[in-house]
């Protein structure tokens, strides 16, 4: 558990970019470095994901430490992982955030977010030659990524998603005469239902805890609610939670807590300890706690669920042609992600575009450890911001 917790502890140190961000380092670190799954297993969680409300990447993250040591190993995934965002953002909640304006600090920043872009290429890179040898796999790829380009609501996302899915089953079943895959035989499919049904009382409970104006039974019920009705994670969630705080917190103040959640790595679900600091201000680290295991929850619980039964459901043939189309529209996601936020928010001036493709080549050419790209971009960005 303690080699589980310090794995995922390094990464939320680092880990800026979002969502897409996030996927990359997972893949580099536990796929390519560590090898505790192979890149099918790794797509097959990806994509369980994005059919389940909640933050993507900590319930990815989560999968993984869950493959690793069973509950006890999602648990310290999750807690190792977020634990640098919550403990940054509780403070910047409860304290002067004037240090945010030095040199040093700006340019470790700027030179991460170009990091966020290498990793994010990268996996697109491998994601691609791996799940997109189809010719119709190639289609949906490029088709997702420039609907979600174009459309990035929500609604558009499960649409393409379900598409995909439809299409899979069709023409991308391993049971096609040209396909050669070799099934292993099924095993009896068996969801979770003692998780479904703790998820099912804990949603009843928000809807009631809502209504308790001024208790600390509200903010898990409202912070609860909003993880239970997102899909997508990430910045998905953040009109939800405005509504969320209402009348309870300034507009500037949210968007403070919003700004300095983007520059802090780790989950943007993390934005709960925050503004839960900020709802409970009795006790603000109380309510940070409060406010982030109730965001965090409801995916997590989904999540036991279905990982049991995915695994089941992954060796059938139907749904195996469904997670082909499904893993090439997550491509496209990635690309979509890749541009923006990713991309736009990090590359501004042809210097920066210099420096993610130096970065880019000396990831595929020399293929260093996640740490040296870390501490090189790190350097880098400390260097310009001093020039």
Same mark, same amino acid.
């Given at each position: 558990?303690?080699?589980? /917790? #310090?794995?995922?502890?390094?990464?939320?140190?680092?880990?800026?970019?979002?969502?897409?961000?996030?996927?990359?380092?997972?893949? *580099?670190? @536990?796929? $390519?470095?560590?090898?505790?799954?192979?890149?099918?297993?790794?797509? $097959?969680?990806?994509?369980?994901? *994005?059919? +389940?409300?909640?933050?993507?990447?900590?319930?990815?993250?989560?999968?993984?430490?869950?493959?690793?040591?069973?509950?006890?190993?999602?648990? %310290? =995934?999750?807690?190792?992982?977020?634990?640098?965002?919550?403990?940054?953002? /509780?403070?910047?909640?409860?304290?002067?955030?004037?240090?945010?304006?030095?040199?040093?600090?700006?340019?470790?920043?700027?030179?991460?977010?170009?990091? &966020?872009?290498?990793?994010?290429?990268?996996?697109?890179?491998?994601?691609?030659? *791996?799940?997109?040898?189809?010719?119709?796999?190639?289609?949906?790829?490029?088709? $997702?990524?420039?609907?979600?380009?174009?459309?990035?609501?929500?609604?558009?996302?499960?649409?393409?998603?379900? #598409?995909?899915?439809?299409?899979?089953?069709?023409?991308?079943?391993?049971?096609?005469?040209?396909?050669?895959?070799?099934?292993?035989?099924?095993?009896?499919?068996?969801?979770?239902? %003692?998780?479904?049904? #703790? @998820?099912?009382?804990?949603?009843?409970?928000?809807? %009631?805890?809502?209504?308790?104006?001024?208790?600390?039974?509200?903010?898990?019920?409202?912070?609860?609610? &909003?993880?239970?009705?997102?899909?997508?994670?990430?910045?998905?969630?953040?009109?939800?939670?405005?509504?969320?705080?209402?009348?309870?917190?300034?507009?500037?103040? @949210?968007?403070?807590?919003? =700004?300095?959640?983007?520059?802090?790595?780790?989950?943007?679900?993390?934005? =709960? =300890?925050?503004?839960?600091?900020?709802?409970?201000? *009795?006790?603000?680290?109380?309510?940070?706690?409060? &406010?982030?295991?109730?965001?965090?929850?409801?995916?997590?619980?989904? +999540?036991?669920?279905?990982?049991?039964?995915?695994? %089941?459901?992954?060796?059938?043939?139907?749904?195996?042609?469904?997670?082909?189309?499904?893993?090439?529209?997550?491509?496209? /996601?990635?690309?979509?992600?890749?541009?923006?936020?990713?991309?736009?928010?990090?590359?501004?001036?042809?210097?920066?575009?210099?420096?993610?493709?130096?970065? @880019?080549?000396?990831?595929?050419?020399?293929?260093?450890?996640?740490?040296?790209? #870390?501490?090189? /971009?790190?350097?880098?960005?400390?260097?310009?911001?001093?020039?």
């Amino acid at each position: 558990m303690w080699h589980i /917790f #310090v794995r995922f502890l390094s990464l939320g140190l680092v880990s800026f970019g979002g969502p897409a961000a996030h996927i990359g380092y997972f893949r *580099q670190t @536990f796929v $390519s470095d560590l090898k505790w799954l192979d890149d099918k297993h790794y797509a $097959s969680l990806v994509a369980l994901s *994005q059919f +389940m409300p909640g933050p993507g990447s900590s319930q990815v993250g989560f999968a993984i430490g869950y493959h690793r040591g069973g509950l006890l190993g999602g648990i %310290a =995934a999750f807690i190792g992982f977020t634990l640098p965002s919550f403990c940054l953002l /509780f403070l910047l909640s409860v304290t002067s955030a004037q240090w945010l304006d030095n040199d040093w600090f700006l340019g470790v920043i700027y030179g991460l977010k170009l990091l &966020a872009v290498v990793v994010v290429a990268d996996a697109v890179w491998i994601m691609f030659n *791996q799940f997109c040898r189809k010719h119709l796999a190639k289609i949906l790829m490029l088709t $997702s990524s420039v609907l979600l380009i174009l459309y990035g609501s929500l609604l558009a996302q499960v649409l393409v998603l379900l #598409v995909a899915a439809l299409v899979g089953v069709k023409y991308l079943s391993p049971c096609d005469a040209s396909d050669e895959l070799t099934l292993v035989e099924t095993k009896p499919i068996t969801l979770g239902y %003692a998780w479904l049904a #703790v @998820f099912a009382l804990l949603f009843i409970a928000s809807l %009631a805890l809502i209504k308790m104006d001024a208790h600390l039974g509200q903010v898990f019920g409202q912070f609860f609610q &909003a993880g239970s009705l997102v899909f997508g994670g990430g910045h998905v969630v953040l009109p939800l939670l405005e509504t969320i705080v209402g009348d309870a917190m300034t507009s500037d103040r @949210f968007i403070t807590g919003y =700004a300095l959640a983007q520059a802090v790595p780790g989950p943007m679900f993390a934005l =709960a =300890a925050f503004l839960g600091a900020e709802l409970w201000s *009795q006790s603000p680290l109380v309510g940070a706690i409060v &406010a982030t295991l109730a965001i965090f929850l409801p995916g997590f619980l989904l +999540m036991l669920v279905a990982l049991k039964t995915w695994a %089941a459901l992954s060796a059938r043939p139907k749904v195996v042609g469904a997670l082909a189309g499904i893993n090439a529209v997550v491509v496209g /996601f990635l690309i979509s992600a890749l541009y923006m936020p990713v991309f736009t928010s990090a590359v501004k001036v042809p210097l920066d575009m210099a420096l993610v493709l130096l970065g @880019f080549g000396w990831l595929k050419l020399f293929k260093p450890n996640i740490l040296f790209l #870390v501490v090189g /971009f790190s350097a880098v960005g400390l260097l310009v911001s001093f020039i």
